[in-house]
T-cell receptor, first 118, second 113 residues
């Protein structure tokens, strides 16, 4: 079974530009969560999408947005990039079709997209 | 609020040494607890998990027990290998059904041959 895939793996942008990152979850998973990883702040939750609806949102400015498509693939967008947005952006999927209650909590992560803002 | 605190790193051990990485959490409810591992240049891999008090998660020789009375989930391994060198993250999911992990700051582990 293929894992979570993220594209692109690396991106270089300049301040003020916008960027779109893509995440394809494990087949059958319906929930996609996004996280930002930086050396200073560590791993922080951005938002979660389930069945095309944003269910939870972290404490990030409105420049960070996302969406989910009917096939559960998700994209996140960052507008008006700032230097501090340089980070590893990780996507995780969960909610397999089969499995009991215990399986619901497990998130499986992709390799991440490394964004550098110059 | 909900949080996770891990022991400060980095941690350097010799091969075959005993490993403990401390993790404590604060939560208003009854979270699920996880350990993830991150190798250089990669995403996070689930190492083990526990969903209720006194559960023991185990995988690849690593173990952790969900201790509600001490709000802890310490990671242990009896004999580490060079290949265990990585960054280890303790995390909680404070709200069941909401896929929203709260992570500790991570502990970098280096194993010397």
């Amino acid at each position: 079974k293929a894992g979570v895939t993220q594209t692109p793996r690396y991106l270089i942008k300049t301040r003020g530009q916008q960027v779109t990152l893509s995440c394809s979850p494990i087949s059958g998973h319906r929930s996609v969560s996004w996280y930002q990883q930086t050396p200073g702040q560590g791993l922080q939750f951005l938002f979660e999408y389930f069945s095309e609806t944003q269910r939870n949102k972290g404490n990030f400015p409105g420049r960070f947005s996302g969406r989910q498509f009917s096939n559960s693939r998700s994209e996140m967008n960052v507008s008006t990039l700032e230097l501090g947005d340089s980070a590893l952006y990780l996507c995780a999927s969960s909610f397999p079709k089969s499995g009991g209650l215990l399986a619901r909590d497990t998130q499986y992560f992709g390799p991440g997209t490394r964004l550098t803002v110059l | 609020g909900d949080s996770v605190t891990q022991m400060e790193g980095p941690v350097t051990l010799s091969e075959e040494a005993f490993l403990t990485i401390n993790c404590t959490y604060t939560a208003t409810g009854y979270p699920s607890l996880f350990w993830y591992v991150q190798y250089p240049g990669e995403g996070l891999q689930l190492l083990l998990k526990a969903t209720k008090a006194d559960d023991k998660g185990s995988n690849k020789g690593f173990e952790a027990t969900y201790r509600k009375e001490t709000t802890s989930f310490h990671l242990e391994k009896g004999s580490v290998q060079v290949s265990d060198s990585a960054v280890y993250f303790c995390a909680q999911n404070p709200e069941r059904g909401a896929q929203k992990l709260v992570f500790g700051q991570g502990t970098r582990l280096t194993i010397n041959p």
